[in-house]
């Protein structure tokens, strides 16, 4: 015999459900996709637009390198101006996806490490909002 009703079962799953629904819904990810080169012609577009999200309530701030192929000081200055303005609103900035010259100006530098970092966007979405790799 079970401990609980058919009906009492149905309802603690829909608890659950409704419970995950709120959950997911409280971590407000904004993702950023900067296209191919991140340099001073580029970046204080991708700053205005950081700072309108973080007016709109967003949690986590996070920039997806995948289609960056080129960035130089300027670009790496303007991601540790990003990581800082984010900071101080108390939100989280993430950075995922570098890879070739992007990845080595961020090894180099050391912002690898001062930067909150994932592979790609499947190991943030399994890390940070705990999303099962399908």
């Known amino acids: 015999m079970l401990p609980f009703s058919k009906a009492d079962q149905r309802t603690v799953r829909e608890t659950l459900a409704q419970s995950d629904v709120k959950a997911i819904k409280t971590l407000a990810v904004k993702v950023f996709y900067p296209n191919r080169i991140l340099s001073s012609t580029t970046t204080r577009e991708l700053l ?8 709109s ?49 961020l090894e180099m530098s050391g912002m690898e ?16 909002l705990h999303q099962p790799v399908v």
């Open 113 to 128: 490490r001062i930067f909150e970092n994932y592979v790609d966007r499947t190991e943030f979405n399994r890390v940070v």
């Open 48 to 55: 205005d637009d950081i700072s309108m999200s973080l007016e």
């Open 57 to 105: 309530g967003i949690e986590i701030v996070l920039i997806d390198l995948q289609n960056v192929s080129f960035m130089d000081s300027n670009g790496l200055g303007t991601l540790a101006l990003a990581c800082q303005k984010v900071r101080k609103a108390g939100k989280r900035f993430v950075i995922c996806s570098a890879y070739g010259q992007a990845k080595m100006i």
